[in-house]
Nanobody, 122 residues
C-alpha cells in the first residue's frame, strides 16, 4: 500500500513558479508509477503529468513546456515543477500512485493524496 501527502501549494502571481511535492509511504514506492492531477472549481479532475518507475514521463498538453515531473526514489517523493503559471492553472492538485503506468493517464490510479491548493492570481 501507499499513502501520499502533497505539499508546496500556495498563492502565486501569473508568470511565477511553484514546486509541488508528494511524499509517499511504503517500501514499494520505487516500483510505482506516480502522477499529478488537478481539479478546478466546477470542473472535473484532469490529468497533468505522470512518471513511470523508470522515469518515463507523460504530460497533458496544457502542461507541456511549462511543467516538469520528477521523482527521487531515495526520498520516496515525486515533484511537479510548474513554471509560467497562469490563472487557469488554479486548482487543487492531487498526487496519485499505481503499479501500472497506464493507470495514471487513465485516471484509475489506486492511491490518491488529499490534494494541495494552487492559486494563481494577481
Amino acid at each position: 500500500q501507499a499513502q501520499l501527502v502533497e505539499s508546496g501549494g500556495g498563492l502565486v502571481q501569473p508568470g511565477e513558479s511553484l514546486r509541488l511535492s508528494c511524499a509517499a509511504s511504503g517500501r514499494l514506492f520505487s516500483i510505482y508509477a506516480m502522477g499529478w492531477y488537478r481539479q478546478a472549481p466546477g470542473k472535473q479532475r484532469e490529468f497533468v503529468a505522470s512518471i513511470s518507475s523508470s522515469s518515463i514521463t507523460n504530460y497533458a498538453d496544457s502542461a507541456k513546456g511549462r511543467f516538469t515531473i520528477s521523482r527521487d526514489n531515495a526520498k520516496n517523493s515525486v515533484y511537479l515543477e510548474m513554471n509560467s503559471l497562469k490563472a487557469e492553472d488554479t486548482a487543487v492538485y492531487y498526487c496519485a500512485a499505481d503499479p501500472a503506468f497506464a493507470s495514471l493517464r487513465a485516471g484509475t490510479a489506486g492511491y490518491w493524496g488529499q490534494g494541495t491548493q494552487v492559486t494563481v492570481s494577481s
